[in-house]
């Protein structure tokens, strides 16, 4: 259906929002460890520091889903992005040990918010044009993949001078201005449709959540969310190995930030090459052709792995971008394609989605590990390529739109 003409655009703003996401989150990876040092703390409390993030907002993703179907995210979107800016500014102060789990924990509850409100502002925003919403969610994806480039990239250098203030300044004065642009796109956002119907918001919310568990029972919804599962778990995983073989390899420095951010540079690549796409195949088709290219990566990824020599690292930058690139193709289409198929619950689906990969986040890298130390990094690789190729079956329905 055509764009609405009296509807304004929103265009890139949303993306800002989600940048800040990575920006915060993958760059205290490498700051974390000089924070630790700083403050006397063990490798096991700085792996809590670093862990207790993904937990909490996987848990605020599961209930903030199901709110953001009832309360429009002009409210929240403000609080979220304060919140996010103060608690970076606090690890200033270096808290110690227990503050910097307090804040870690904050900053993932409040980092889910911010990346519900854009994808809740996004199918809003583009309710009645499908191939809008569906370009609008792959620039989302755009948006992640540079704020992931960004927070890597400063963040090893901020741990490589010894001076972890300056990833913490870097997110503060990003926030500072996303902050800015926060009430432009409230402004922007067409309001949502009531849904009380005049009903108090504990039997609102109990339909929303009845409606949901329905959705995601639907077969075509849950073969998509086990697909999810996948490119999670390709995810992490891959980033976990690449840690694995700087260790191995122990390149340059230069070749080892290399190593960090090429993954995110192939899914900005990805996602670029998604927004082509899109003009020549609805996103049901694009997710659906585009995933079995997903298992021949990674199983491409354990030859380059199982073999050594001068060409390692070149070898393996070419292949980590390839795999980056079909991970930026396909990571927004499966939220994209649920809110279509779920308009009334875009919250509630997009929430889902984000707990399936994160749940394929969250195990794969204990699989890799686990195979890698019984046989090596290679046959890992080769795990990983079986388990995506059986997700992949999730996929199979969406070759074909849906009627």
């Given at each position: 259906m055509p764009r609405n003409p009296g509807r304004p655009r929103l265009g890139v703003l949303p993306g800002f929002l989600v940048a800040l996401?990575?920006?915060?989150?993958?760059?205290?990876?490498?700051?974390?460890?000089?924070?630790?040092?700083?403050?006397?703390?063990?490798?096991?409390?700085?792996?809590?520091?670093?862990?207790?993030?993904?937990?909490?907002?996987?848990?605020?993703?599961?209930?903030?889903?199901?709110?953001?179907?009832?309360?429009?995210?002009?409210?929240?979107?403000?609080?979220?992005?304060?919140?996010?800016?103060?608690?970076?500014?606090?690890?200033?102060?270096?808290?110690?040990?227990?503050?910097?789990?307090?804040?870690?924990?904050?900053?993932?509850?409040?980092?889910?918010?911010?990346?519900?409100?854009?994808?809740?502002?996004?199918?809003?925003?583009?309710?009645?044009?499908?191939?809008?919403?569906?370009?609008?969610?792959?620039?989302?994806?755009?948006?992640?993949?540079?704020?992931?480039?960004?927070?890597?990239?400063?963040?090893?250098?901020?741990?490589?001078?010894g001076r972890p203030h300056v990833w913490s300044w870097t997110v503060v004065g990003y926030g500072v201005l996303v902050l800015a642009l926060a009430p432009v796109i409230a402004r922007r956002l067409p309001r949502a449709a009531d849904r009380a119907g005049g009903r108090s918001p504990g039997v609102?919310?109990?339909?929303?959540?009845?409606?949901?568990?329905?959705?995601?029972?639907?077969?075509?919804?849950a073969g998509f969310l086990l697909a999810a599962a996948g490119v999670g778990w390709a995810i992490q995983a891959t980033h976990y190995a690449?840690?694995?073989?700087?260790?191995?390899?122990?390149?340059?420095?230069?070749?080892?930030?290399?190593?960090?951010?090429?993954?995110?540079?192939?899914?900005?690549?990805?996602?670029?090459?998604?927004?082509?796409?899109?003009?020549?195949?609805?996103?049901?088709?694009?997710?659906?052709c585009a995933y079995p290219a997903l298992p021949l990566a990674c199983a491409v990824l354990a030859v380059v792995v199982a073999f050594s020599g001068a060409w390692a690292v070149a070898g393996l930058l070419v292949t980590l971008v390839l795999l980056g690139t079909v991970l930026g193709v396909l990571m927004p289409l499966s939220p994209a394609v649920l809110v279509g198929w779920h308009p009334d619950l875009r919250g509630s689906v997009t929430a889902a989605d984000s707990v399936a990969k994160g749940l394929g986040s969250t195990v794969s890298p204990v699989v890799l590990g686990a195979v890698a130390a019984a046989t090596s990094l290679s046959g890992?690789?080769?795990?990983?390529?079986?388990?995506?190729?059986?997700?992949?079956?999730?996929?199979?329905?969406?070759?074909?739109?849906?009627?």
């Amino acid at each position: 259906m055509p764009r609405n003409p009296g509807r304004p655009r929103l265009g890139v703003l949303p993306g800002f929002l989600v940048a800040l996401s990575p920006l915060s989150q993958l760059g205290f990876t490498p700051v974390s460890l000089v924070l630790g040092e700083r403050l006397g703390l063990s490798v096991g409390q700085v792996g809590l520091t670093v862990g207790v993030y993904a937990a909490a907002a996987a848990l605020a993703t599961v209930v903030l889903g199901p709110v953001f179907d009832l309360v429009s995210p002009r409210r929240v979107l403000p609080v979220a992005v304060a919140a996010n800016v103060l608690l970076s500014a606090s690890l200033l102060l270096e808290p110690g040990f227990a503050g910097i789990v307090a804040a870690r924990v904050l900053s993932g509850v409040t980092n889910s918010a911010l990346v519900l409100c854009a994808s809740v502002v996004v199918a809003d925003a583009n309710r009645d044009d499908g191939t809008a919403r569906e370009r609008g969610f792959s620039r989302l994806q755009t948006f992640t993949s540079l704020g992931a480039m960004v927070g890597l990239g400063v963040g090893a250098a901020a741990a490589g001078l010894g001076r972890p203030h300056v990833w913490s300044w870097t997110v503060v004065g990003y926030g500072v201005l996303v902050l800015a642009l926060a009430p432009v796109i409230a402004r922007r956002l067409p309001r949502a449709a009531d849904r009380a119907g005049g009903r108090s918001p504990g039997v609102r919310l109990r339909t929303v959540l009845r409606e949901g568990a329905a959705a995601l029972r639907v077969p075509r919804t849950a073969g998509f969310l086990l697909a999810a599962a996948g490119v999670g778990w390709a995810i992490q995983a891959t980033h976990y190995a690449v840690g694995i073989l700087a260790e191995e390899l122990s390149p340059p420095l230069a070749q080892r930030i290399a190593l960090s951010v090429v993954i995110p540079a192939g899914v900005f690549l990805g996602a670029g090459l998604n927004q082509f796409a899109l003009s020549r195949r609805s996103a049901v088709q694009l997710f659906g052709c585009a995933y079995p290219a997903l298992p021949l990566a990674c199983a491409v990824l354990a030859v380059v792995v199982a073999f050594s020599g001068a060409w390692a690292v070149a070898g393996l930058l070419v292949t980590l971008v390839l795999l980056g690139t079909v991970l930026g193709v396909l990571m927004p289409l499966s939220p994209a394609v649920l809110v279509g198929w779920h308009p009334d619950l875009r919250g509630s689906v997009t929430a889902a989605d984000s707990v399936a990969k994160g749940l394929g986040s969250t195990v794969s890298p204990v699989v890799l590990g686990a195979v890698a130390a019984a046989t090596s990094l290679s046959g890992g690789f080769l795990v990983l390529a079986v388990v995506v190729a059986a997700a992949a079956l999730g996929a199979r329905p969406a070759r074909v739109r849906p009627s």
